[in-house]
């Protein structure tokens, strides 16, 4: 009880944090518009062939709209040693990682649902023909790449470069999510059902999901201290 | 002593590998690959060695965060740097096969795939070394990020069993592997002089990182003084 208490005060201090100064959530869906946009001259956005890589164009965009977020999440604790009182603070890193978390996951998860409908108009895509399949896949997929940008983020926030450091270390190790995300939801926007052969990725998903939160579980107190 | 025990195993790799080269170019063509199915005597024991150096890295980041111990610290660099180097022969020398037998040098093949995304997971690994100055900070964090990358290396040992691919299917080590005996012995040979290499070039990078610290211990103490 005492656990899920001290990650509950850690996910509303930085989900009120964000709130009142907006900073991380605006500049990241302006982000995701302006890759939306870029995005549509690279690939004819009205043809179907665009909508065969549809998904994959969605989830470059959450990608990228994410790893905003992520790098603000340790970022915004560095003015005023707030980091350091952190640590100090009687929380496991266990808690401290599940409460970062969780608020890094509530804002990237908003910013994909405003993204989602933008991206179905510039691109005439109809995609909530399978919502709730969707929802899933993108409740998994995001929480698989917050899981690991913030412990990831822990790691580099003192580093020199951090900001470029952060996403050439996470993307590779993200790419088992990625992979499996951006296949669903490709099929899932085209109005497939999962089924059959797209199990296989439904389960890496989940799969992915579980091993990079146990591990990030167990090294998050090592990330700190180091 | 530890320098005999590197020379014998210099010479011992040198000799087999020597000798296997005659064996390999006296082989007869394969029927339909002809020439270039030879490649496959150094693509598949880099690959081999490859992966399990990443396994070593692996439980040698495990061992560094229990124990603190930067004896462990050093083996993972080491190793890790060795085998980026073979995984890179692995891909090159795929690569050279591919364009004879596929007719293009890459192809976005789940097993490929796979392999180039270990090469760039741990080249991540020696970037983030570089940019990180404090020893314990550096070990520790390197020791993380390894830890993470390996759970990428199990999907590419697999990636050819559960996945449609391209790739040939295992010639060795499975129920369908067609190698007539003479050339399994031969792949065997060659395996281990290459393995022996590994070890050999592992050795002196450890070597080399040992020194290292130790010239920093002693510009520490000048700069105490």
């Not at chain 1, 340790?74 to 401290?96: H, S, T």
């Not at chain 1, 994909?112 to 109809?126: C, D, K, S, T, W």
């Not at chain 2, 980026?84 to 192809?107: E, M």
């Not at chain 2, 314990?136 to 449609?164: G, K, L, N």
Request: hydrophobic fraction near 60%; glycine fraction near 6%.
């Amino acid at each position: 009880m005492r656990f899920i208490r001290q990650v509950m005060v850690i996910t509303a201090k930085d989900l009120r944090a964000e709130m009142r100064t907006k900073e991380a959530i605006n500049a990241s869906f302006a982000f995701a518009i302006v890759v939306l946009l870029i995005l549509s001259f690279a690939f004819e956005p009205t043809e179907d062939t665009t909508r065969e890589i549809s998904g994959g164009l969605l989830w470059i965009v959450f990608l990228f709209a994410g790893t905003l977020i992520l790098n603000r999440s340790f970022a915004r604790e560095l003015p005023n040693d707030c980091l350091d009182a952190l640590i100090a603070a009687p929380v496991p890193g266990a808690a401290l990682f599940l409460g970062k978390g969780l608020a890094n996951f509530v804002l990237i998860f908003a910013v994909e649902i405003v993204a989602l409908p933008v991206f179905g108009i510039f691109y005439n895509v109809r995609w909530a023909r399978q919502f709730w399949a969707l929802i899933l896949v993108m409740v998994l997929g995001t929480w698989g790449l917050t899981a690991i940008g913030t412990v990831f983020g822990a790691l580099t926030v003192n580093i020199r470069l951090r900001e470029v450091m952060l996403p050439l270390l996470v993307y590779p190790i993200m790419i088992p999510i990625l992979l499996g995300a951006m296949k669903l939801s490709t099929e899932l926007v085209a109005g497939q059902p999962i089924s059959g052969d797209l199990m296989v990725w439904l389960k890496l998903l989940f799969g992915f999901d579980i091993i990079f939160t146990a591990l990030s579980l167990v090294l998050m107190d090592t990330v700190l201290l180091g | 002593m530890r320098q005999k025990v590197m020379f014998v195993m210099l010479a011992l790799a040198m000799i087999l590998l020597v000798r296997n080269l005659y064996t390999i170019s006296m082989l007869p063509d394969e029927v339909n690959q002809g020439q270039i199915f030879r490649i496959i005597f150094f693509h598949l024991p880099a690959a081999i060695a490859a992966m399990l150096g990443s396994a070593v890295a692996l439980v040698a980041s495990v061992m560094f965060l229990w124990k603190r111990n930067f004896k462990y610290d050093a083996l993972a660099v080491a190793v890790t740097e060795v085998g980026l180097a073979f995984l890179a022969v692995n891909l090159v020398t795929g690569s050279i096969w591919a364009h004879v037998i596929w007719g293009v040098w890459w192809a976005w093949d789940p097993r490929l795939t796979s392999a180039l995304i270990c090469w760039i997971l741990y080249a991540g690994y020696l970037i983030l070394r570089q940019s990180l100055e404090e020893p314990t900070q550096r070990a520790t964090f390197a020791a993380v990020y390894s830890i993470f990358a390996f759970t990428d290396v199990p999907i590419v040992y697999f990636s050819i069993r559960w996945w449609r691919t391209i790739h040939p299917q295992p010639v060795f080590f499975s129920k369908n592997g067609s190698f007539p005996p003479d050339w399994s012995r031969a792949l065997l040979i060659n395996m281990v002089a290459i393995f022996l290499l590994y070890a050999l070039l592992t050795m002196v990078r450890l070597r080399q990182e040992q020194t290292q610290r130790e010239i920093d211990y002693l510009r520490r103490t000048v700069h105490a003084i």
